[in-house]
């Protein structure tokens, strides 16, 4: 009577969900995180197609138009000190914000989690040697440690790319030292070994699956982080030059009218915290849609 | 396709240490242990925990890592000499010749790929075949381990079964790869009673089909007699009694063994009853005792068992034990119901 298999009702009826879709689903039903996401999609599209859809053109100047208030005639959003249109410039601007704060972070991505997942598998002294030169790095505060490279390298879009990419891999390292190691000691990896998998096959099928989430939700909050690195390097004459539109260093440049016109003035600062905000709660949201518990 | 080239015995272990060097003193895990599984046969490893059995199965994946272990003696494998083996031989034999069932099988398994994934995966590291010969392959091992609706059960996560079902789909990636011997460790210490015996069943029906070699680590002694053609009792790193399951049921000879057996609840205790314990607790294996292991905890003992190495004693065609006084302990199951 016991050697009978289990009886079939036991089994789930509805076909298991993969994982993905699963936190696909999890995802749509998080507003705050659908919303971010929608912001976010917005952005980018405003990042792809910013300077076709602008109504007017951002570079054009004119004395007799300067620091125009909000609503302005022909002006929406008002005029910036040389008398350039503010809307067009802040849909611009979203280009080079967005791409001061994504690609340090993709490069760092990169970078840190090559560097975070060796220390953790191999651990011994190669983790030694990479986390001790990390945490030199990490010893500096990241602003800080952001400006001096810009300074030291000089200034420049590519230098500015270059340092906020060094700020980032310490911290992307770290997490991905710590996961890979804690997925190290798993019972899994050993049964993998058990089963005849070497170090090779270990870190692509095992380590990369459990680890690249955790590292890639991280890695997205620290857009936002990068975003305003970068307009904080723009502000201070480290990262673009003018005449671009870019968030940071409009916000540095409206700074004179901040008696004048606050609220044209703090127009740049407030896109920047939309942004980051956004791309924060889509962190949020994408690590707790990506939580298997059990 | 499983190789039937080698002679009768699966398993040859001759003189087994093993010594992990980590901590402050070296720990001896294992010492001298011999052992021979012959094509077929299942053998329990029993004990308490750190008797030293999960110890000597791993060694015979050599899953202990290099740095910190010293292994000495010989392992043999179907006709393949373990302790030889280089890093890319170890990996053809891991899984292939001989596989392993884990205790916790929702901790073996990857949380991130669904279960059939894993068996691809297992399957496609041994064996040149196709992804969707790999699938169809794991459809066969569910049906072979009994998993109702196995097509739909390939998709599902780990964390999506119960207990019994993931026991099961362990004991099918173990299977994947056609080994001849299946080393289980603690497989039915994680499950509900019920369960155990549905998994103890089906591994031995399996082992009897495909004329796997098992060895079975558990401290039940029940799901011992339930599956194992011979039994090992291990204590402080050394087997001190070998027999035939009924053998060693009925007349055990040494006194760990005796004492194991009285503190099992058999037949029906009056309420309020005292299970028998044995007194004490295992030795300090970084700082073991000369002579016998068991002689501080030993009801037997006589000043002569404190003293030098203790000699295996055949007491028949399939009964062994490590003790100075196997002539005069005799099993008495009343005597030692009273005691």
Known sequence: ?294 | MSPASSATSAVTIENLRVTFAGGAAPVRAVNNVSLRVTRGETVALIGESGSGKSVTLRSLLRLHPAKKTQMSGQIEVGGRDVMAMNASELAAFRGRVASMIFQEPLLALDPVYSVGDQIIESIQRHMKVSRSEAHARALKLFEQVRIPSPERRLAAYPHEMSGGMRQRVMIALALACEPELLLADEPTTALDATVQIQILLLLRELQSRLGLSIIFVTHDIGAAVEVADRIAVMYAGEIVEEADVRTLMRAPRHPYTQALLQSRAHGSLAKGTRLATIGGAPPDLANLPPGCAFAPRCVHVEPACREGSIAIAALGPTHQARCRRTHEIVWQHTAAAKA
Request: charged residues 10%; proline residues 6%.
């Open chain 1, 1 to 294: 009577m016991i050697s009978t298999p289990l009886p079939l009702s036991i089994a789930p009826v509805e076909q298991s969900p993969g994982y993905w879709s699963g936190v696909l689903r999890r995802f749509a039903k998080d507003r705050v995180a659908m919303f971010a996401g929608a912001v976010v999609l917005i952005l980018v599209i405003l990042a792809l197609f910013g300077p076709w859809l602008t109504p007017a053109d951002p570079y054009q100047s004119s004395m007799l138009k300067r620091l125009r208030p909000i609503g302005t005639d022909g002006f929406p959003l008002g005029t910036d000190e040389l008398g350039r249109d503010m809307l067009s410039r802040l849909m611009v601007g979203a280009r080079l914000s967005l791409f001061m704060g994504i690609t340090p972070v993709i490069c760092a991505f990169a970078i840190g989690a090559t560097l975070g997942i060796l220390a953790g598998f191999v651990g011994g002294w190669v983790n030694s040697i990479i986390m001790r030169t990390i945490d030199v790095f990490y010893a500096f505060p990241s602003v800080l440690l952001a400006i001096a490279l810009s300074g030291a390298l000089g200034a420049g879009i590519g230098n500015a790319l270059l340092s906020l990419t060094l700020v980032f891999v310490p911290p992307i390292c770290r997490v991905a030292e710590s996961v890979t190691s804690q997925i190290r000691s798993r019972d899994f990896v050993e049964a993998a070994r058990a089963s005849g998998a070497n170090a090779f096959a270990i870190i692509r099928v095992h380590v990369l699956g459990n680890v690249l989430g955790p590292i890639f939700v991280y890695s997205t909050s620290l857009i936002a982080v990068s975003m305003i690195l970068a307009s904080g390097l723009s502000f201070l004459g480290l990262g673009v030059k003018p005449p671009e539109p870019e968030w940071g260093l409009m916000l540095n440049t409206l700074r004179t009218a901040i008696y004048t016109q606050p609220w044209v003035a703090a127009l740049p600062g407030l896109m920047i915290f939309i942004t980051s905000m956004s791309f924060n709660m889509l962190s949020d949201g994408l690590r707790s849609a990506m939580d298997v518990k059990q």
